[in-house]
């Protein structure tokens, strides 16, 4: 007889369960500002049809934040008191702050002018999993748990409009929920880089998700910016943190999202919710000199990168950096400009001196160094000013000073505009004006290496005519010795 067939496999254990949330916050501090801000006030003159969403900028503590806070905030008002019909409505600032900091040490005077939440931030390292941005959640839910959100809005404010710190606005968002037709809660961007179908997410969205049913509901959408109704927001907010909490103790979910793993915890928690998107591509644009160059539709004047008509979006995103040669080309292989205007170099302020783009750097540029410095000029003496900074150094200007002049000395002067030079079988070299170059891998800088110590200090290989950078780096990468076909 045929042998009995094997006992079935033991069931699986039960999984572990995931370590505890942190502890709910204690009750966030309400702060109110000593007067109300020009435009600040919903108007009452503007007849039937408005339907006003409030505004709520979610900010950490530190120097970086709070100059990207005073930004915003000045194109907000300034925006809302050119267009007071507007469905823009009021504005409430959501600071996390450590316990180590009182608000008044952190301040610098912002709560004077702009109403202000501050809720406790999560502990670094530890509660936070090493990942600042799951203050924002914690905080959104910790002032909805508290009411003081649902205070602060307007009776007429039955959505809220959720923003960074690194946001501009160009021109007022009406409330697209208002007629939305199609059962849509919020309205979103779609980021290009949050694809839930590409391999290497789909499998870690539909764990996160639940079901298949759920991980074919998840939105390329992101919890910034968006218009979500409060009702909605209500419903989501426990979902978000907890995913986002999961999702960052989830190795492979930490390494696929990385640096966007917050805002897959909120596209999931929708999905789950579920809360639809009303998906709008012209709600942000996030320019830098590669894309999103164009931020109006048209030039103005004769020079074709003045901003001109109305800009094609809402909200300005300056998250990605411009880089541009002093000649305005931009840099689309290289790592770094002679000019460049990356948030990031501006830790502790930006300086009033930043100089402006080149001449014919692209109009998205442009558009932001005069946010910046219009924030900057309007900012008033007292202590609501304007946090100086020293204008950080550029090494990338110091190198390309240096082949500059290496381009015009003894040798450089005599290959200037010679070959083309073939690079082995990998295609052709140009040594072009300036110290520029081009190589099969893109812009390059290039010097004559005989003279290469009397400027960088450091000598070029023994038998070296050119040195090339390569992709923006300090110091030398290539050495090479040029051969003429049929000769040396």
Known sequence: PPPPPPPPPPPPPPPSPSPPLPPPSPSPQLVLPATTPAGAANSTACGPGRSPYHVLLTASSGHYQRWQTRVFFHHYTAIKAAHPCSDLGGFTRLLTLPDRLTLAEEDRGLSAVMTTIVARELTKETEDLGFVVLNRPTSIRAVLASGQLAARLAPDERHVFIVETDHVLLKPLPNLLATAAGGEEAAAYPFHYMDPRRPGCAPIVRRHAGSAEAAARVQQVGPSPLLISLEALRRVIDGWVNISFDMKRDGEADAEFNWMLEMWGYSVAAARAPLKHLVVERLQIEPSQQFGVRITPEAAGPRWYE?????????????????????????????????????????????????????????????????????????????????DAPLPASPTAVLAARTRALSSLGVGARLVGSGPWRWGGDGDLYLLRGGWAMTPWGSARWGAAQNWHEVAGDAAPAGAQVVLYLCGYQRWTHSARLEEEGGT
């Open 307 to 387: 901003a001109g008509g109305e800009p094609t979006h809402h909200v300005l995103h300056y998250t990605f950096s411009h880089e541009f040669s002093r000649d305005g080309v931009p840099m689309v292989d290289n790592r770094d400009g002679e000019w460049k205007l990356d948030k990031r170099a501006f830790q502790r302020g930006v300086p009033r001196d930043l100089p402006p783009p080149p001449r014919c750097a692209l109009e998205a540029a442009w558009v932001l160094w005069r946010k910046l410095h219009e924030t900057m000029e309007a900012a008033a003496p007292g202590p609501n000013h304007w946090e």
